[in-house]
Nanobody
Framework: EVQLVESGGGLVQPGGSLRLSCVAS????????MNWVRQAPGKGLEWVSS???????FYADSVKGRFTISRDNAKNTVYLQMNNLKPEDTAMYYC??????????????????WGQGTQVTVSS
């Protein structure tokens, strides 16, 4: 059974930092592109960042320079370090195992495997 379990979300003030983690099981982690996708209240899915199975990383313009994705294939874990958080970063953050090219263009729950999400709230 495929499982993706996110953690690390919470309430943080603007300018603060959080580190999200996603532990995967039930598939060959190292073979998959790993991604973070978010959904703000009342809005659609937004691709955030990807670490492909070759170790390359990619970011949406809205988070470039503030977020850093990394993966540890030995631990089947992908991380998202989020710095200088802004209120507009408030969203549910999902870990997704799927082709990053497709997910970045057409983020939808029909692609790959999704975790249950972790809530990030940026507010003073």
């Amino acid at each position: 059974e495929v499982q993706l379990v996110e953690s690390g979300g919470g309430l943080v003030q603007p300018g603060g930092s959080l580190r999200l983690s996603c532990v995967a099981s039930g598939f060959t982690f190292s073979s998959y592109d790993m991604n973070w996708v978010r959904q703000a209240p009342g809005k659609g899915l937004e691709w955030v960042s990807s670490a492909n199975n070759g170790g390359e990383t990619f970011y949406a313009d809205s988070v470039k320079g503030r977020f850093t994705i990394s993966r540890d294939n030995a631990k089947n874990t992908v991380y998202l370090q989020m710095n200088n958080l802004k209120p507009e970063d408030t969203a549910m953050y999902y870990c997704v195992a799927a082709s990053w090219v497709l997910l970045a263009k057409f983020p939808n729950r029909g692609l790959g495997h999704w975790g249950q999400g972790t809530q990030v709230t940026v507010s003073s």
